[in-house]
T-cell receptor, first 112, second 114 residues
Framework: GAGVSQSPSNKVTEKGKDVELRCDPI?????LYWYRQSLGQGLEFLIY????????KSGLPSDRFSAERTGGSVSTLTIQRTQQEDSAVYLC??????????FGQGTRLTVV | AQKITQTQPGMFVQEKEAVTLDCTYD???????LFWYKQPSSGEMIFLIY??????QNATEGRYSLNFQKARKSANLVISASQLGDSAMYFC???????????FGSGTKLNVKP
C-alpha cells in the first residue's frame, strides 16, 4: 500500500488477555516507530527500529510489552496480560528520509 | 535531554485569517529536524512540514510555513488563510539526524471559527 497500515483499527480485549498489534510500514522504509496516545494526551514513545540495528526499547512501560520487526518490514507490538491502563491508541510511523515520517491510522485498544 | 514545549493548549482563529502556533525546543545536538503534524478528530497524524537545523530558508508547504529561529530554538508553524478543515490538534516534534526517536510537544488545539 501507499501508506503505513495498522491492524486492527479497533481492538476490545478483556483484562488479562494478550494482544498483538500489527504495523505494515511504507515499503522500503528503514525506520519504524511505535508510540501510544492516551485519551486527550500527547504521544508517548514506546520503541523504534532502524535498519539492522538493535531496537531502542527504552520507552516500553513494562516487561509486558514487547515488539519485533521481521525481515526489516512488518512489526508486531505485543502486550501480555493487558491492564486497563493499557487502553490507548497505538500509533506506528515509518521513515526513510530524514525529512519526513508518516504515521498509520492507529489501533484503538480498549481493555475491559 | 531533548524537550519540546508548546505553550498554547488551545487557540481560536477566524476563518481566512492567519494563525501562528508556537513551538520551542531544547537540545544540545547540532544536527536535527523539526516536524509539525496535524491530528484531526479522526485521530490520524498527518505530516505537514519539516525544517532541518542547517536549513537557511524557512520551510513552506502550501498554506503552511515554519518560522524557524535557531538561536531562539523556536519553530513556530504559521497557517495562512485558515479554513474550517484546519480545526485539529497540532503537534510539534524534533528528531536527531540519526533516525532516533521523535520528541513531541503536548500539542495545541486549534479551532477555526466561521
Amino acid at each position: 500500500g501507499a501508506g503505513v497500515s495498522q491492524s486492527p483499527s479497533n481492538k476490545v480485549t478483556e483484562k488479562g488477555k494478550d494482544v498483538e498489534l500489527r504495523c505494515d510500514p511504507i515499503s522500503g522504509h528503514t525506520a519504524l516507530y511505535w508510540y501510544r496516545q492516551s485519551l486527550g494526551q500527547g504521544l508517548e514513545f514506546l520503541i523504534y527500529f532502524q535498519g539492522n540495528s538493535a531496537p531502542d526499547k527504552s520507552g516500553l512501560p513494562s516487561d509486558r510489552f514487547s515488539a519485533e520487526r521481521t525481515g526489516g518490514s512488518v512489526s508486531t507490538l505485543t502486550i501480555q496480560r493487558t491492564q486497563q491502563e493499557d487502553s490507548a491508541v497505538y500509533l506506528c510511523a515509518s521513515s526513510l528520509s530524514l525529512t519526513e515520517a508518516f504515521f498509520g491510522q492507529g489501533t484503538r485498544l480498549t481493555v475491559v | 535531554a531533548q524537550k519540546i514545549t508548546q505553550t498554547q493548549p488551545g487557540m481560536f482563529v477566524q476563518e481566512k485569517e492567519a494563525v501562528t502556533l508556537d513551538c520551542t525546543y531544547d537540545t544540545s545536538d547540532q544536527s536535527y529536524g523539526l516536524f509539525w503534524y496535524k491530528q484531526p478528530s479522526s485521530g490520524e497524524m498527518i505530516f505537514l512540514i519539516y525544517q532541518g537545523s542547517y536549513d537557511e530558508q524557512n520551510a513552506t508547504e502550501g498554506r503552511y510555513s515554519l518560522n524557524f529561529q535557531k538561536a531562539r530554538k523556536s519553530a513556530n508553524l504559521v497557517i495562512s488563510a485558515s479554513q474550517l478543515g484546519d480545526s485539529a490538534m497540532y503537534f510539534c516534534a524534533m528528531r536527531k539526524d540519526d533516525f532516533n526517536k521523535f520528541y513531541f510537544g503536548s500539542g495545541t488545539k486549534l479551532n477555526v471559527k466561521p
